[in-house]
């Protein structure tokens, strides 16, 4: 790296993963250098034109291999110089070998290889790491960043010293890669996914050697509006702060040459892991870096039950399934032993002793397990849940609210959290999402609405009673909520405003710097901070000045106004469910619930009843494990793996939408079809629009009220003539392709850290078979048939029904039916229906429907209607039914609709028993005489 090189304006989706753009590069080297091999054959002229092909190729790749371990620098030299000699077969044959080392990691198992390569380039082929030794143990492997001002000669010397240093009992393996300035350190850090250490030398000046003017843009803006100070004479300690928003999991270590006591002394250094004075103690280093992976390596309760299996246990307690010996002796169910393997049946236990600690009660390594998560996701605390994300919603908000409380909520969230208001007593106030009418979905809450019902709530005198907003984040179609601003604002109107952010396909984002400052942990840490700020309370000090401490302004101007939290009052409250199993390595059910909450004490005891009230008391103990397991992965290669699921998701998009026949019937939504312009300040239009680039895409996540997230896809086949419903079953019945949820015109798929390249090739063949079978079809087509396919996509694609918001509860449930905010008792509607004789049935098209919604009296919901798709409520208990709501279930063609029976029609609650409720006297519902009477 001794010249300046330009990088190439980098697009904002090539950022996203160099690892699999690295593979594509050097296969490219090799096409070019093959394609040089055959115009040499052929004719001399020809092939000096391939050469320089082959040269400018290189030069490209070779700025981007400045990051990575292997092949390293001398290896590169080898290659350069094998070009300029002109030896075609030599560069051909090093080039082929190193992209099969990349592709299959041999590289990694090979430290003799290594060596060799470094050292004595003459020989290399010889010693090319083709494999490692299949009978030693397995050391995983990664890579340390050096980032040092000593000159780059003394590199390969300081790579020898540190490799001299491994030792047979050394349980990881790693390999250096060297960079000299902060800006190289950052880049490094972002583009090499191997990193899992890094050290820093002080002394290194700012500037990178590579001239990027996106880097530098990022560098500038993102790194300072996270309070980095990249003009710090302390430079060493801003890279490490630097280094820590990006991937705040990686272990930095800081070599300096100054009174290191007082480097350590410094507040902002408590981001290094460990400070040495130089490298007096190269052993120490070592040692240290090994000892920070195994920290991250370290799954306590996954180790321990793997003792355990292996232990001679006698079981005497109910779960004869432990140890499988009546699986494996049966003459019957011999089978299932086969097929699932011994280790799951030693494995089982419903004993909470012999180490495996209870997941009710932990105290040891569930406990510690659960602390390790807590610091992976950033939270104070982390409870794992057994029985799925639906659990962990209930249990949060039984603990948080009480029967009477007030519960904001997007109507649109999953059905436990309406479940949750049930158990709870709390009365939802339900807050509409945007519609995106056209694909029959929802978007999310804009905090405009948001706000109102806070305002409103305080105008009547309950904001106190407001007590938790539940937010989906991202949402099913992956709209992204600005996290941190919704909390700000309604932390300005309420300061002690609870959040429940249901994350339940979105754990992962904590592993992407572009995603994490947009989930709740990573949102509710820059608040801690910002809160902390002096600049901030200065600013909220001029706005108390403007709009009074208590904000008692027109409501418009609070709605238009970005507010600012009263830094003194504020307590910062904020949970977050999310489901492992979605989007991390663990098993169905698998699910977390994130706390960051400054007056949790206060909610402990109740947070326990809850676990109690909803935890199985028989917990899976492979859930528990792989949870362990999940947070292990993530720790140490969640970066990587959710940067390649982001690169495949672009891939798809990229190639769907610009497809010449795939693309005639079929479209992947962009950004500014999932999103409103108006929600969309920083005036971003997609990742993929023509021009975009990555500094762009990170002003977006910054600054706008919405992003997308790019891994949940939905795929518009309306224009193909199937609705969703027909479309899923097509690919999964044809091609097994299981994907997540359906519309009337479109299927949502999605990326996650399991897909690979050749699930998206797979995907990609499909569309253009089912394309190719649409356009046969069609261009054999008679008019009639043709004028059917159009009619067939225009119903689909236009005839779409309008998507009914809340009404309202009826009066009945209501405190006060003039009050201005919608809350209600959705609890006492609930229940009422338990009695058969408080409620009736009407067929959907029977014309009393009609005539009731023209004269009355009121129809009236009486449990929850729940199509799928488009898989939210259209009617709650004690919700009032609209003209809307009718038409949009005439119009629904779904077979699936919970709480519906199409035989039955729908269940109401009687005016009578409305009328009844309306009374305080009136008598409880018992559900259990319901039951019994059913029973009968
Ligand atoms: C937003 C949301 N929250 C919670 C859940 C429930 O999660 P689980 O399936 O882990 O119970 C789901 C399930 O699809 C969901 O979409």
Known sequence: MSTTVNLPQVRSDQFFTVAEARHDRWRNLLSATRAWGSALEKNGAAAETKRSNVTAIFADLRQWEDFFAYPGAALLQTIEDRITEGDHAA?????????????????????????????????????????????????????????????????????????????????????????????????????????????????????????????????????????????????????????????????????????????????????????????????????????????????????????????????????????GKSIFKSNWISDMGRFYGINLFLAESSATTGGLDSLLEPTGNIKVAQELAARAFGADHVFFVTNGTSTSNKMVEQALLAPGDIMLVDRNCHKSHHYGAVIAGALPLYVDAYPLTRFSMYGAVPLRSIKKALLQLKAEGKLSRAKLLVLTNCTFDGQIYNVERVMEECLAIKPDLIFLWDEAWFGYARWSPFYRRRTAMGAAEALERKFKDPAYRAAYQEQAKKLGPDLNQEEEVLLETRLLANPDKVRLRVYQTNSTHKSMSALRQGSMVLVKDQDYHTVEEQFHEAVFTHASTSPNLQIIATLDVARRQMELEGYELVNRAIQLALELRREVNSHPLISKYFTILGAYEMIPAQFRNSGFIDYLAPGSNWAQAIKALREDEFALDVTRLTLVCGTAGFDGTQFKNLLAARYDIQLNKTSRNSVLLQTNINNTRSDVAHLIKVLVEISQEIEKRLQRAGAEELSAFNARTKSLMEDVPDLPDFSCFHDSFRENPDSLTSEGDMRAGFFGAYREEQCEHLKLFDGEIDRRLKEGPALVSANFVIPYPPGFPIMVPGQVITPETINFMRKLDVKEIHGFSAALGLKLLKPSFLEAAKSPTREPAEPRRAVEKRAA
């Open 91 to 323: 560069t051909t044959r090093v080039v082929q070998v190193i992209s099969v080392a990349l592709l299959t990691h041999s590289y990694r198992g090979s430290d003799a290889a290594w060596e060799g390569i470094q050292t004595s380039p003459g020989v290399m082929s010889a010693k090319l790491p083709v494999g490692g030794n299949e009978n030693a143990p397995h050391k995983p492997y990664f890579e340390v960043l050096i980032a040092t001002a000593a000159h780059p000669s003394m590199w390969p010397g300081l790579s020898r010293e540190l490799r001299k240093l491994r030792r047979p009992q050394d349980t990881f393996i790693y390999e250096t890669v060297f960079v000299s300035s902060f800006e190289d350190a950052i880049l490094g850090t972002i583009l090499n996914g191997s990193l899992e250490a890094i050290i820093i030398s002080e002394g290194i000046p700012f500037a990178s050697l590579h001239n990027s003017p996106v880097l530098r843009e990022f560098l500038t803006t993102h790194l300072a509006a996270t309070g980095v100070d990249v003009d710090s004479p302390d430079l060493a300690v801003s890279l490490a702060q630097g280094i820590k928003l990006i991937r705040p999991e990686l272990d930095i270590y800081l070599l300096s040459d100054r009174e290191v006591e007082k480097v350590a002394g410094n507040p902002e250094a408590q981001c290094l892991r460990r400070i040495f004075y130089q490298v007096e103690e190269p052993l120490e280093l070592h040692l240290s870096i090994l000892d920070g992976i195994a920290d991250r390596y370290n799954t306590p309760y996954f180790d321990n039950l793997q003792k355990y299996a292996q232990r001679p246990i006698g079981t005497f307690h109910a779960l004869p399934i432990a140890r």
